[in-house]
């Protein structure tokens, strides 16, 4: 009985089933070993030896977009924080440089191999960091204005450091609206700086006190109604 199984399913036709046997090897070495040959991952721009005194303030593109190859079971586990792009800043001057992107420029894991980067090419412009001092201008919230005087700020500067194109034209810089549960003659309120229209500006001291006194006598209410308030 165990012979004629054998000689059925074994025996019988051995030439084509050592065939097919072949063939579904080979399919699994092509699917599983050699695989998709090529895929593409886009990749966030890191830099590396930028001047302490430099900063970017704009750099095209943000991301590039990797393509590697090899093995299907690695490629299909490979993630974007897996691939790192660096442009190396070392001796970059002020103004906008243009950068060469190549496979040296990228780092992937052992046994996968870099088929391009794309662009070839990354424009980053650069500005040299610069301290300033800027004159404090208080502001009120609109509900205070009126019922409210500022009688003191200190500090009456502060140092600002950030880009040269952007502190150039820069002399003043205004605190955030002061407001608060204000109730006696005379208050007392720490308030941070507007900066807004500042990019990547650092303030020091970041915040300052003002000291309000209310006002005395008639005063507009402070609420937009025209109505006087006697004191």
Known sequence: MMKTL???????????????????????????????????????????????????????PERVIVTVSGRVSMLKDIKEHDVTA??????????????????TSVAVPKGIDIVEVRPGTVRVTLDR???????????????????YEVTNTSPRYVVAEGP????????????????????????VVNVGFNVEELPRVKIRPDSARLTLRRHSGRETSGDGTGVFIER
């Open 86 to 103: 660096v442009l190396n800043m070392n001796g970059a001057k002020e103004g906008t440089v243009v950068f060469e992107m190549s496979r």
């Open 164 to 187: 040269r194109k952007t502190l150039e034209k820069v002399a003043v810089i205004e605190t955030l609206p002061a407001n608060g549960d204000l109730h006696r003659n005379e208050e």
């Open 129 to 147: 960091i610069v301290e300033k001092n800027l004159r404090v201008t208080p502001v009120l919230d609109k509900k205070w204005t009126g019922r």
């Open 6 to 60: 054998f000689e059925r399913y074994v025996i019988k036709d051995w030439k084509l089933k050592l065939l097919s046997l072949v063939l579904a090897v080979m399919l699994w070495y092509t699917v599983f070993q050699i695989g998709e040959p090529k895929k593409d991952i886009t990749v966030p721009l890191t830099v590396s030896n930028l001047a302490k005194s430099m900063v970017i303030m704009k750099m095209d």
